[in-house]
C-alpha cells in the first residue's frame, strides 16, 4: 500500500501554479500594446531639445506604435539612436507597466563656446564638442585661439570650474588659448586681462583670482591694473 506525501504533492502544485502564473505574466507583458510614448528629461539643462526631437528617433518611419506588442520593439537600438543625438548625454528607453514607451534623457551640458573658420559649437563638460542648438543659447565663456594644443580634459577643466562656481560664471566671459598652451581670460566689467597661464594649479589660480578681487573691489582699485598674472600660485602679480 502506497503512502502519499501530500506536503510534497502540494508543493509541487504550487510551482507549477507559480510557473504558469509567471509565464502567463510574461506572455501579456511581451504583447502588451504600446499606449503612447513620452519623453522625460532629468537634470538641469532641458532645454537645448525638444520633446518632439526624441518622439522623432522612437517612432521609425512613422509607424504607429499603437500597433506594435512590447516584444516588437526594440528598446536597445531605440536607445542607442537616441544616444547618437550629439545632444544627448546619456538615455534610457523602456516600456512601463501600463504600456507607454519612456525615454529618459540627461542631456550635456555646455562650458564654453567656440567660434573658429568652420563655424561654431559648444564644448560639453567632458571637453567634447556639442553643436548649437535653436531652442537656447547658452551663457558660457567664448573660446578663441589653439584650442587644440590643449588637452581636452584639461580644457574642460577649467571651463567646469567656471561654470560650478557662481562668481567666476558671472565674472569670466572670454578665454583665449595661446600657441604654447597658456590661457589668457577676459572679464565681464572690466578691461583688464586675466593672464592664467598653463593649465596646471587650476584650483589654486581660481582661489587666488576670487581673493584678488574681493580685496581690490573693497580697495576701489580694479580699475588701475591692465592685467592679473595668476601664473604663481602663492601670489597674485598685478600690472598697473
Same mark, same amino acid.
Given at each position: ?18 510557473? !504558469? ?57 531605440? @536607445? ?22 519612456? !525615454? ?21 563638460? @567632458? ?114
Amino acid at each position: 500500500m502506497k503512502i502519499f506525501n501530500w506536503t510534497n504533492i502540494r508543493l509541487v502544485l504550487m510551482v507549477i501554479a507559480v510557473i !504558469a502564473l509567471f509565464s502567463f505574466t510574461s506572455y501579456r507583458n511581451e504583447h502588451r500594446k504600446i499606449k503612447k510614448t513620452e519623453v522625460v528629461f532629468v537634470g538641469e539643462n532641458a532645454l537645448f531639445l525638444k520633446p518632439e526631437m526624441v518622439n522623432k528617433l522612437l517612432i521609425e518611419k512613422n509607424q504607429d506604435l499603437k500597433t506594435f506588442d512590447k516584444v516588437d520593439l526594440d528598446l536597445k537600438k531605440l @536607445e542607442t539612436s537616441i544616444n547618437k543625438q550629439q545632444m544627448v548625454q546619456k538615455a534610457d528607453v523602456f516600456v512601463s507597466v501600463d504600456g507607454v514607451l519612456k !525615454a529618459v534623457v540627461k542631456q550635456k551640458t555646455p562650458v564654453g563656446r567656440v567660434f573658429d573658420e568652420t563655424g561654431s559649437f559648444y564644448i560639453d563638460y @567632458e571637453g567634447n564638442k556639442m553643436p548649437l542648438s535653436d531652442n537656447y543659447t547658452a551663457r558660457v565663456p567664448l573660446l578663441s585661439g589653439e584650442i587644440t594644443v590643449v588637452k581636452k580634459e584639461k580644457l574642460s577643466e577649467v571651463l567646469r570650474m567656471i561654470n560650478e562656481d557662481e562668481f567666476l560664471k558671472k565674472n569670466i566671459i572670454g578665454v583665449q588659448v595661446l600657441p604654447n598652451g597658456s590661457l589668457i581670460m577676459a572679464n565681464r566689467n572690466y578691461d583688464f586681462q586675466i593672464d592664467f597661464g598653463r593649465t596646471i594649479n587650476i584650483e589654486k589660480k581660481f582661489k587666488n583670482y576670487k581673493a584678488f578681487f574681493q580685496k581690490a573691489v573693497s580697495d576701489s582699485t580694479l580699475t588701475k591694473y591692465k592685467k592679473i598674472n595668476l601664473k604663481f600660485t602663492k601670489q597674485v602679480v598685478c600690472i598697473k
